[in-house]
């Protein structure tokens, strides 16, 4: 199976911040990565797919990059709803999709 | 708007069974293949099982492989998750979400429903 590795964990950041999210794949994994945000309570909600497309409707501030299996998520000016946990998952492997542990991101 | 509402969690005995349903509506159904996925609590995300849209494939988490059945009634917009064999650690929220196109995009996703195994 491919293993998901995010980091760091947790991350602590203020409004206006830039951040950087990571997230590496035991193998190669071509683009195959998608980015998902999680509020407490609520459903993870798709950000990036394909490593670095805009889904429809997220903020242009969010940038996924990478390939192969380094990747990055960063958020160029954090906002105050921005503050929430971030999946990464691999759909090279389908369907044994993988995500990574998480990382949350706390002002 | 499309929207997926899961339903038939709550609490069962270790060894017990639930079935839980994820109704869609919004979008054609029967195009997309579908997922369940689960969340321990205070867990991370973790996927579960997969049919594809006439439910020619259909696959398993070495974790709930032959305890869990996936299926789906593409007549009546929904997708079922059989759970027998019941075990403390399947405690999770358990999501439906959408294989939306390529890369194996989940979007949407239901709210959730809360399986709790405790005797």
């Known amino acids: 199976d491919i293993q998901m590795t995010q980091s760091p964990s947790s991350l602590s950041a203020s409004v206006g911040d830039r951040v950087t999210i990571t997230c590496r794949a035991s193998?190669?994994?071509?683009?195959?990565l998608n980015w998902y945000q999680q509020k407490p309570g609520k459903a993870p909600n798709l950000l990036i797919y394909a490593a670095s497309s805009l889904q429809s409707g997220v903020p242009s501030r969010f940038r996924g990059s990478g390939s192969g299996t380094d990747f990055t998520l960063t958020i160029s000016s954090l906002q105050p709803e921005d503050f929430a946990t971030y999946y990464c998952?691999?759909?090279?492997?389908?369907?044994?999709?993988?995500f990574g542990q998480g990382t949350k991101l706390e002002i | 708007e499309v929207q997926l509402v899961e339903s038939g969690g709550g609490l069962v005995k270790p060894g017990g069974s639930v079935r839980l349903s994820c109704a869609a509506s919004?979008?054609?159904?029967?195009?997309?293949?579908m997922n369940w996925v689960r969340q321990a609590p205070g867990k991370g995300l973790e996927w579960v099982s997969s049919i594809s849209s006439t439910s020619l494939y259909i696959y398993y988490a070495d974790s709930v492989k032959g305890r869990f059945t996936i299926s789906r009634d593409n007549a009546n917009d929904s997708l079922y998750l059989q759970m027998n064999s019941l075990r403390a650690e399947d405690t999770a929220v358990y999501y439906c979400?959408?294989?939306?196109?390529?890369?194996?995009?989940?979007?949407?996703w239901g709210q959730g429903t809360l399986v709790t195994v405790s005797s």
């Open positions: 919004g979008f054609t159904f029967s195009f997309y293949s």
């Open positions: 193998q190669s994994i071509s683009n195959y």
């Open positions: 979400a959408t294989d939306y196109g390529d890369y194996s995009r989940f979007d949407p």
């Open positions: 998952q691999q759909s090279y492997s389908t369907p044994m999709y993988t």
